[in-house]
């Protein structure tokens, strides 16, 4: 089966860099996705990784290691309106289509 | 401007009940996923279809029906069988290939009173 993990919840401070990790097990991969949802809202599209390295977009940046399993979204220069959660997701190779598989996310607050 | 259409936004069922939620695309995007959130939790799959005519069940899709009769539409049908519908529902829809990113509708809330 497919499973991530990700740190339930992150604080920081307005100005600030924070790192959301995300280790995954799936039976295939096609890539690491990373998604900002803001309370009772949709989730948006922030990331994709379907190589090893850094994706840089604006604030945020997203890196994955495949022979790790693992990935992060860096977010820099931290504010106030970056208060939400985060998921990671990877795309199970199962089928053609390319289901997600979502996190629990990480609820990330930033402080003034 | 494309995008996606959930309604309606807040749903009230009574226990016994069926209810249908409504998602329309005008992305043109093949392939069109419904997921329940509940409070503090994931996105879990309950249905998915990357085809007119054709669907899969996620992993969660006891008490829960679809139909794809056209591209642009995908509704959910909560049925009486699923025990505890109250939560958030959001429809997504992405293109069918391994690097687009998945558009989001604005969700329905479901409540059983």
Redesign the interface.
Same mark, same amino acid.
């Given at each position: 089966g497919q499973s991530l993990e990700q740190p339930s919840e992150v604080t920081a401070v307005e100005g600030a860099i924070v790192q959301i990790n995300c280790t995954y097990q799936t039976s295939g991969f096609y890539g690491l996705s990373w998604y900002q949802q803001h309370d009772g809202g949709a989730p948006t599209f922030l990331s994709y990784n379907g190589l090893d390295g850094l994706e840089e977009t604006g604030r945020f940046s997203s890196f994955l290691s495949r022979s790790d399993s693992y990935g992060y979204l860096l977010l820099q220069e931290l504010q106030m309106k970056d208060s939400a959660s985060y998921f990671c997701a990877v795309r199970d190779r199962s089928n053609q289509g390319g289901k997600l598989i979502f996190g629990q996310g990480t609820e990330l607050s930033v402080k003034p | 401007d494309g995008g996606i259409t959930q309604s309606p936004k807040y749903l009230f069922r009574k226990e016994g009940q069926n209810v249908t939620l409504s998602c329309e695309q005008n992305l043109n995007h093949?392939?069109m996923?419904w997921?329940r959130q509940d409070p503090? #939790? $994931?996105?879990?799959?309950i249905y998915?279809s #990357?085809i007119v005519n054709d669907f #899969?069940k996620?992993d969660i899709a006891e008490g829960y029906s679809v139909s794809r009769e056209k591209k642009e539409s995908f509704p959910l049908t909560v049925t009486s069988a699923q025990k505890n519908p109250t939560a @958030?529902y959001?429809c997504a829809s992405?293109p069918?290939?391994?690097?687009g $990113?998945?558009? @989001?509708?604005?969700?329905t809330r479901l409540t059983v009173v």
């Open positions: - | 093949d392939a996923y997921y503090g #939790q $994931g996105l879990r799959l998915y #990357q #899969q996620g @958030f959001l992405s069918v290939d391994r690097e $990113g998945y558009t @989001f509708g604005s969700g």
